[in-house]
Nanobody, 121 residues
C-alpha cells in the first residue's frame, strides 16, 4: 500500500507564505503524477497544481504566479511553495499520487490525509 504523508500546513497572514511537503512511499513509479488539491468548506475538491516526472507543471488559474510546485523523483516527494496567500486560499490541502490506467495495468490514485491551511489576519 502506498503511503502519502503531508506536512507544512498552518496559519498564515494574508500576503504571507507557507510551504507544504508531501512524501510518497518508495514503491511508486517515478512516472506517476504528483499533485496538490484543496477543498474548502462547501466547495468541491479542486486541483491546485500537479507535476510530472519531466518537471512539466500544471497550475490552476487562481494560483498562477503565487504558488510553485516541485518534485524530487528520487525521493518521491512533492512540495508546494505558496506565496502571497489570500484568505480564499483557506482549505484542506491534499497530496495526490496518480497513475493512469493502461490496457495491461490498472491505474491508481492515492491521497494523503490532508493538511489545513488557514489564511487570516
Amino acid at each position: 500500500q502506498v503511503q502519502v504523508v503531508e506536512s507544512g500546513g498552518g496559519l498564515a497572514q494574508p500576503g504571507g507564505s507557507l510551504r507544504l511537503a508531501c512524501t510518497a512511499s518508495e514503491s511508486i513509479s517515478r512516472n506517476d503524477v504528483m499533485g496538490w488539491y484543496r477543498q474548502a468548506p462547501g466547495k468541491q475538491r479542486e486541483l491546485v497544481a500537479r507535476i510530472f516526472s519531466n518537471r512539466t507543471t500544471d497550475y490552476a488559474d487562481f494560483v498562477k504566479g503565487r504558488f510553485t510546485i516541485s518534485r524530487d523523483n528520487a525521493k518521491t516527494t512533492v512540495d508546494l511553495k505558496m506565496n502571497t496567500l489570500k484568505p480564499q486560499d483557506t482549505a484542506v490541502y491534499y497530496c495526490n499520487v496518480k497513475r493512469f490506467a493502461t490496457p495491461l495495468n490498472p491505474g491508481y490514485s492515492y491521497w494523503g490525509q490532508g493538511t489545513q491551511v488557514t489564511v487570516s489576519s
